[in-house]
T-cell receptor, first 113, second 112 residues
Framework: DAGVTQSPTHLIKTRGQQVTLRCSPK?????VSWYQQALGQGPQFIFQ???????QRGNFPDRFSGHQFPNYSSELNVNALLLGDSALYLC????????????FGSGTRLTVV | DQQVKQNSPSLSVQEGRISILNCDYT??????FLWYKKYPAEGPTFLIS?????DKNEDGRFTVFLNKSAKHLSLHIVPSQPGDSAVYFC???????????FGKGTLLTVNP
């Protein structure tokens, strides 16, 4: 049973560029949440998608946007990259928006130079 | 403002002894409290949870205690094993927002 898969695993981008990260949820899960984990910090909530709509959003600028597809997979887009966007980006899936049983992927390590 | 605080960045214990990890939270409306474990280059994995209506939950070597009056959560690992060495995150769920909110984590090192 495949868990949450994220791609790519590592990425290096230049300041000002745009990046797209991808996530496939665990089988049976329809809700996807994205988190940013900076070095030495806990995961910070970016946003959550359900039924192809953004349902909740954390304290992140509009440069961070997302999408959910009919098959429940999701993308995280970050525009105009800053050095401070360098972090581990984690995708988590769950059975429904109101459930706490999150399954996390291994993350995408983004480095902005 | 941090809703979840893990004040100890690191903890070192001997194999076979008890590990106690602590967490404080600010909002008394949270419904569930969770612990996640994270190894390097992996995502966080769920360890154990407790509902706000309980004060203790056990799962094998892991026990979580909830003190609602103190807004304090702790994870006890007995006996500790070298494979338990990882970063442990406390997380809360519920209240006005149905999303997991994490603390900064505690790095546990279990020495053989």
């Amino acid at each position: 049973d495949a868990g949450v898969t994220q791609s790519p695993t590592h990425l290096i981008k230049t300041r000002g560029q745009q990046v797209t990260l991808r996530c496939s949820p665990k089988s049976g899960h329809d809700t996807v949440s994205w988190y940013q984990q900076a070095l030495g910090q806990g995961p910070q909530f970016i946003f959550q998608y359900y039924e192809e709509e953004e349902r909740q959003r954390g304290n992140f600028p509009d440069r961070f946007s997302g999408h959910q597809f009919p098959n429940y997979s999701s993308e995280l887009n970050v525009n105009a990259l800053l050095l401070g966007d360098s972090a581990l980006y984690l995708c988590a899936s769950s059975l429904a928006p109101g459930t706490y049983g999150y399954t996390f992927g291994s993350g995408t390590r983004l480095t902005v130079v | 403002d941090q809703q979840v605080k893990q004040n100890s960045p690191s903890l070192s214990v001997q194999e076979g002894r008890i590990s106690i990890l602590n967490c404080d939270y600010t909002n008394s409306m949270f419904d569930y409290f969770l612990w996640y474990k994270k190894y390097p280059a992996e995502g966080p994995t769920f360890l154990i949870s407790i509902s706000s209506i309980k004060d203790k939950n056990e799962d094998g070597r892991f026990t979580v205690f909830l003190n609602k009056s103190a807004k304090h959560l702790s994870l006890h690992i007995v006996p500790s094993q070298p494979g338990d060495s990882a970063v442990y995150f406390c997380a809360v769920f519920g209240g006005s927002n149905y999303k997991l909110t994490f603390g900064k984590g505690t790095l546990l090192t279990v020495n053989p």
